[in-house]
């Protein structure tokens, strides 16, 4: 018998440990192997000797099925770049400076002593290039061990792939707090401007998830992504256009909007802290402050934050099943002894919203990221078209249903740290 | 027969409009009165003509239902401070500059014109400054209008109320959000202290409710309260503590913390805009700024904003029940032609939680603010005691079934802004 191991790696999300319950649930289905090893924080634990034997953890099917509910990341993550296989640089892991052909060396030796047959690595971009170099080198010493990529990020910017999992969470509970605000900022007869700031630092597939609101309310109004550069007076005069038809004007704008420089609005440098050194505003305060000064209206800004990608209790179920298969898809591409591939999906043209899995090669996905094509966004690049909403709108479909102990939702007990 | 005239005023909450079902419904099923009509944005409604009939707009169960879990202020709201009866001033109401003379004979008049017996005014304080008012002239005048307050405020800072509809609503969702940002912080081996700044300038209910979130997480791990001077030496010890214990630090602040000379932390005007104006910088900002310069870890600030007051997705059934009551509790005390008075609920004083519910005389709930017990916070003044947490826990209970319709919450639909 020989046996399997996972991790996990990046940002957290509400749908990457769905991706950890569909493994799960293959391999307790499957029982081809003997065990499932979770290494702690990505690929440090392997490293720091923080495995744990996941087989013993989730021992009943109400604990996988806990676990897909829940989000962030039950095993902790790492922000960890392998060196290039033949690299002579030095590369610093959980604490410890180490040569290329150590940290190989190391995991290699780690899945021989563990009968690991198959390595699941969960994570977005940076994860996607682990699993490459990683592939690589195992193909180069000609060993028998799959290394496979299962996708998650809010960003929804991983090539060859419909959609991320992770995103349509993300994407729902973004949408709802739009509508949300709308609704809060409806109910005074002053104009006002709302200006909400969306996470996603090279890509606008969140920003342009708000305009779901549309659903149920005239909001947002405007749309600022990253994809098309950002021109001050340009939007002023958006916003006064808006003002003049409409009373409370709702703005959605990605945190990674740029100059026709390239350069981030949060990366001026006039907004200074209490110690005099140039502070990160964030696009929306910086455009509060704008809005303020050039038209003088009642103005606020809103950041999201990093309650847009743990907001389990709002995730997409669409979201959550898409993950867990997933895992199992990554499952089976191990059974069939693949290396270098990552599981993905493809949406099947058609009226009705329909997925197929699949796997595709590892090169192409990783170090790339997937933007909005620009035929999506208006022209004058402050809203998103018909084509963008056709896409997103299947993606929030179906509620999350979690259970609610004391009035708070009941998730999967996270790991003490250490 | 005779008229109902009912108005909300304030800022939104998740229960306002509940408490506005509770009153259609006690309409509908009493039949004392002939119209009930609600006056868009707050009193000023009066002025403009603005006046609906909201038994033509309700007209059937499910309506009332929809509305009784649907965010935000359904009839719109003011911010509008009515002059004394006998003053001389002018108050600018709806754009128009009038004598309180001129006020008070107008509203008057549209009473008696339009048969109105009894007038609700759901609002917290400045609202219930309205009411007190309002009930006083009609005293003087000898007229038999009553006047009612239903309490509403997310702050909980009105007197003579155990608790104001809308709070726990807004407790709940700051609870499950600090629960969640407890589970995103949680998945790094490096240190870092998460700020989260939470509403309440006056009092700090809301801040002190993110202890709920202990439930199921060792967080926050400090909570600071505007009822306590807040100082900056002694938040750096209390953060380098808690960071020599434990890796993912969570700290809960107020708005509304004050220093010792009772100044907003956020009105210090060492951050300068773009502009080289002062800006309010927030608390949360400003002490992730101070957690960065004095000891150098990683360090985020969340602001929860207004997405505290109206995600209605989460809000609690308790609150939305007690609201809902009520209305029915005001309905009733305008039968029995109380004038002055502010529908208001009593704990049960024992094991279980249990809700009297009753008026309370209007005069000392205007202009008042209820902070939190001295002894109900530790001496440090850098957390809450059990009696805080015996006090919050049954608020947050059940969960409010909303309909989603594409994979977002369908709320009673707006009036359209003129």
């Known amino acids: 018998m020989s046996n399997l191991l996972i991790a996990q790696s990046g940002g957290p999300t509400s749908a990457i440990n769905a991706s950890l319950s569909g493994v799960?649930?293959?391999?307790?289905?499957?029982r081809e192997y003997e065990k499932i090893y979770g290494s702690r924080y990505g690929i440090t634990g392997i490293f720091t000797g923080e495995i744990l034997d996941l087989g013993d953890i989730f021992d009943s099917e109400d604990k996988i099925k806990r676990l897909k509910s829940s989000p962030s990341m039950f095993l902790g993550s790492c922000r960890c770049k392998?060196?290039?296989?033949?690299s002579l640089d030095f590369t610093e892991i959980a604490g410890v400076r180490l040569t290329a052909e150590e940290i190989y060396g190391k995991i290699m030796d780690f899945f021989h002593a563990n009968e690991i047959k198959t390595f699941f690595y969960i994570g977005g971009n940076d994860s996607m290039d682990t699993v490459?170099?990683?592939?690589?080198?195992v193909r180069m010493k000609n060993d028998d061990i799959s290394i496979i990529g299962i996708p998650k990020t809010i960003d929804n910017d991983l090539p060859k792939i419909d959609h991320t999992p992770g995103f349509g969470s993300a994407a729902k509970y973004i949408a709802t707090s739009i509508l949300e605000i709308a609704y809060d900022t409806s109910i005074y007869r002053i104009p006002s401007v709302t200006i909400v700031e969306i996470m996603g630092r090279d890509a606008g597939w969140l920003t342009a998830a708000s305009a779901l609101a549309r659903r149920f309310q005239e909001?947002?109004?405007?749309?600022?992504?990253?994809?098309?550069p950002f021109y001050n007076a340009k939007f002023i005069e958006d916003v006064r256009n808006k003002l003049n038809k409409k009373r409370n004007v709702i703005v959605a704008v990605s945190e990674g909007i740029k100059n026709e420089d390239g350069k981030y609005l949060s990366e001026n440098d006039s907004i200074k802290d209490r110690f005099g050194h140039g502070m990160l505003s964030g696009a929306g305060k910086y455009l509060e402050t704008l809005v303020r000064e050039e038209l003088g209206v009642k103005v606020r800004s809103v950041e999201i934050n990093i309650l847009q990608r743990c907001a389990g209790h709002l995730a997409s179920k669409t979201d959550l099943d898409?993950?867990?298969?997933?895992?199992?898809?990554?499952?089976?591409a191990g059974l069939e002894r693949k290396n270098g591939v990552m599981a993905s999906l493809k949406r099947v043209p058609g009226k009705n919203y329909y997925i197929e899995y699949c796997t595709e090669n590892i090169k192409g996905i990783a170090n790339q990221v997937r933007n909005?094509?620009?035929?999506?966004?208006?022209?004058?690049?402050?809203d998103v078209k018909e084509e963008m909403l056709e896409y997103l709108r299947p993606l929030i479909i179906g509620e999350n249903k979690i259970e609610f102990d004391e009035g708070l939702p009941h998730y999967q007990e996270l790991i003490k740290n250490i």
Chains 1, 2 share one sequence.
């Open 132 to 137: 490459l170099k990683l592939s690589e080198y």
């Open 219 to 228: 909001a947002p109004d405007l749309i600022y992504l990253p994809e098309v």
């Open 322 to 332: 898409e993950a867990a298969i997933l895992g199992e898809t990554a499952y089976r």
């Open 24 to 30: 799960l649930s293959a391999f307790f289905n499957g």
């Open 82 to 86: 392998l060196p290039d296989p033949g």
């Open 372 to 382: 909005i094509p620009r035929s999506w966004i208006n022209e004058r690049g402050n």
